[in-house]
C-alpha cells in the first residue's frame, strides 16, 4: 500500500511539472519582466501570451519594432494598465518579446498609475518614447536601444492639460504621435476630443512654439491620432466617435488644412477603441490595431494587437482595411 502511495504521489508530481512547463511555454512573457521571449504568430491577434493595446511601430532596416501598452488579463472593468512593452520581427511571423523596457512608476511625476499609449522614434542616435498617462500628462523617455532600458527624459511632463487650451475634460492630454518630417521638423499630435499638435526641437525634449489644434468639416475626433507620410501628402488616421472607429485625413503640410477622407476602419468587435499604427515595411504598407479577439476574456479592457495589410488607391485614398483572423503572410 505504501508503494502504491508513493508511486501516485511521483505521477502527481509529474503532472504538475507537465502543466507547468506547458503554462511556462504559453505565458511566461505574461508572467515574467526579466526576460527575453521568443514567439511565432498563427494569426490575429498576433500576440496571444498577453494583452497588449494601442500598438505603435518603427522601422530600423529589416527590423520592425512594436510598442505597445500592456492590459491586465480578462475580466476587467475598467483599463488597468501599468507598464509598456517592446517586440521585434524581422517578417511579421517570428517575433521576440524584450524585458520590460519602462513602466509607470517611472515617471516620478505621475500621479495617475496608468500607462497609457505612447510611440518611439529614433533621433540623435537615441530612442525617444513619448508616452501618455491618465490626466497627469505627457511624458518622454529616453534609451540608447530601442528595446531600452528607457528613462525619464526629462524629469516632468512634456506636455499637460493646461496645453491643451480647448479641452476642459481632465484625459484630454493622451495618445501621443510623433513624425520627423523630411526637412528634419519632428512633429507630435495628441489629444482626446480636440487633436493638438506642436513642433518639437531638435533636442525631442522640448516644445518648439505654440501649440495648435486640429479642425475641418467632418472632423470627428476621439483620440489616437498617427501621422505618416506617402506620396509628398500627409495623412491623419484617428479614432472617431465611440464606439470607435477610424477615420482619415490628408493634407499638404502637417499641420493642416486637411479634408476629410473617409473610414479607415470599421468597429473593432467587442473592442469600444481603436489605435492604429501605420507602417511601410519590405515595401509594404500594414494597419497595426487592436481589437479585443483573444479568446476567450478578450475585450475593451482586455486587448490585443492584429495586423492587416494596408492598400492605396490610384488618387492616393486608402482602401477601408478588411480584418482578417489571418494575419498577413512573413514578409520578406
Known amino acids: 500500500m505504501n508503494k502504491l502511495i508513493d508511486r501516485v504521489k511521483q505521477l502527481r508530481i509529474v503532472a504538475i511539472l507537465l502543466v507547468t512547463f506547458c503554462f511556462n511555454d504559453q505565458a511566461s512573457a505574461q508572467q515574467t519582466s526579466d526576460s527575453i521571449y521568443h514567439f511565432v504568430s498563427s494569426g490575429n491577434p498576433v500576440i496571444r501570451h498577453k494583452y497588449t493595446a494601442d500598438p505603435a511601430a518603427l522601422v530600423q532596416g529589416d527590423t520592425l519594432w512594436l510598442f505597445t501598452g500592456h492590459d491586465f488579463a480578462g475580466g476587467q472593468s475598467n483599463y488597468k494598465m501599468k507598464d509598456w512593452c517592446v517586440f521585434s520581427t524581422t517578417d511579421l511571423k517570428h517575433w521576440t518579446e524584450y524585458p520590460m523596457p519602462l513602466k509607470i512608476t517611472d515617471f516620478k511625476w505621475d500621479k ?13 542616435g537615441k530612442y525617444y518614447w513619448y508616452i501618455s498617462t491618465n490626466g497627469s500628462g505627457i511624458g518622454v523617455a529616453v534609451a540608447d536601444k530601442p528595446q531600452g532600458p528607457y528613462r525619464d527624459a526629462i524629469g516632468k511632463p512634456l506636455l499637460t492639460n493646461a496645453d491643451c487650451f480647448a479641452s476642459k475634460h481632465y484625459w484630454t492630454c493622451i495618445d501621443p504621435t510623433v513624425m520627423i518630417d523630411d526637412d528634419g521638423q519632428a512633429w507630435l499630435f495628441w489629444g482626446n476630443g480636440v487633436c493638438y499638435y506642436a513642433k518639437l526641437k531638435k533636442n525631442m525634449v522640448e516644445i518648439d512654439g505654440k501649440v495648435g489644434k486640429i479642425d475641418f468639416p467632418g472632423f470627428k475626433f ?3 491620432p498617427w501621422l505618416h507620410k506617402y506620396k509628398g501628402k500627409y495623412y491623419l488616421s484617428y479614432a472617431s466617435g465611440l464606439p470607435e472607429k477610424t477615420a482619415y485625413a490628408i493634407a499638404d503640410k502637417p499641420d493642416g488644412p486637411y479634408r476629410y477622407a473617409g473610414l479607415l476602419n470599421e468597429l473593432a468587435g467587442n473592442c469600444g477603441t481603436n489605435h492604429q499604427a501605420i507602417i511601410q515595411f519590405k515595401n509594404k504598407w500594414y494597419f497595426i490595431y487592436h481589437n479585443g479577439g483573444l479568446e476567450r476574456d478578450g ?7 492584429c495586423i492587416d495589410r494596408l492598400y492605396y488607391n490610384a488618387d492616393g485614398t486608402i482602401r477601408k482595411v478588411v480584418m482578417t483572423s489571418e494575419s498577413v503572410p512573413p514578409a520578406k
Do not use: L, M, P
Request: net charge neutral; charged share 25%.
Open 112 to 124: 495617475s498609475g496608468d500607462a497609457y499609449a505612447a510611440q518611439a522614434i529614433k533621433r540623435n
Open 222 to 224: 476621439e483620440e489616437a
Open 299 to 305: 475585450g475593451s479592457f482586455s486587448r490585443s494587437v
